[in-house]
């Protein structure tokens, strides 16, 4: 989705926000129960669902803007703010019990953000606010998912976060100049669509199974993909600071995963 997003920089964010969310519905719709077709969209949470959805839009806005400005590596990097966030929200609004362990893979992959994003900081560029501001309401996102999840289908709540971003994305046709995508656009378009929904349904998931402050540091993961593709794409090489940051915070991936494997704990599936 990242990839595409930054590949189709030259078509107004309102543009681009639509068409994602707009083929977005796409997946959302074929996992709804054939019995639930015509009341899918029930809920007695529309006050969180509306918190969730606004919240959503506002992250997701900010992470296009710093997309379609600032290298592909570094906006990836900064948005791994992310799980220090989460999980201080966890704990105060979730009663999420976090050890040292988990706090101190966390702070191993801020200091590996620190040292991706240190040049960054030499040159003033504002873009590299967008990404925090990302993490803010990113952090917002996943503490509402994780109270929704325990109510609502995975694909209730996406379609309320998919439709409020379609219609934000729809109302800027009214003050931008969209353009008309080509085929190869289209076709990027229609990638960016589906794999932002289903990468949405899958992190709507992963919380419904798993604690936030347990969840959102895997995303460290995603650097290493950032680095190929924003080296083979747009020519980004990465600093040894990079390198050097970037095995910090898979390094704290790892130990999340190592420490869970220890405590083994049993993942049950949510009741239909």
């Not at 009341?39 to 959805?53: C, D, M, Q, V």
């Not at 990027?188 to 929904?197: D, H, M, T």
Request: proline share 4%; charged share 10%.
């Amino acid at each position: 989705m990242d990839i595409c997003v930054k590949w189709l920089d030259y078509y107004p964010v309102g543009q681009v926000l639509f068409l994602r969310f707009f083929i977005g519905f796409i997946p959302i719709f074929f996992i709804i129960p054939k019995d639930k077709i015509f009341s899918f969209y029930k809920t007695s949470r529309p006050g969180l669902h509306a918190f969730r959805a606004i919240s959503g839009a506002l992250a997701i806005i900010a992470l296009f803007l710093g997309l379609r400005e600032l290298p592909l590596a570094d906006v990836v990097s900064l948005t791994f703010g992310g799980p220090i966030f989460v999980t201080i929200a966890s704990i105060f609004f979730l009663s999420e019990k976090v050890g040292i362990k988990r706090w101190s893979a966390v702070f191993i992959g801020f200091l590996g953000m620190l040292l991706i994003v240190q040049p960054a900081f030499i040159d003033v560029n504002y873009y590299y606010i967008t990404p925090i501001v990302f993490c803010i309401f990113f952090a917002c996102v996943a503490i509402s998912v994780r109270s929704l999840s325990k109510t609502e289908a995975n694909y209730t709540i996406a379609f309320y976060f998919t439709s409020l971003c379609t219609l934000l994305g729809l109302g800027t046709i009214f003050f931008t100049d969209w353009i008309m995508p080509t085929f190869i656009d289209f076709v990027l378009f229609f990638v960016l669509g589906l794999c932002g929904s289903v990468a949405n349904l899958l992190l709507t998931q992963s919380y419904r199974l798993a604690e936030a402050s347990l969840v959102t540091p895997i995303k460290y993961l995603s650097l290493v993909f950032a680095i190929i593709f924003g080296y083979f794409i747009w020519s980004e090489v990465p600093k040894i600071l990079t390198l050097l940051g970037a095995s910090l915070v898979i390094a704290s991936s790892l130990i999340i995963f190592m420490r869970e494997n220890k405590l083994k704990k049993q993942i049950v599936a949510p009741r239909t």
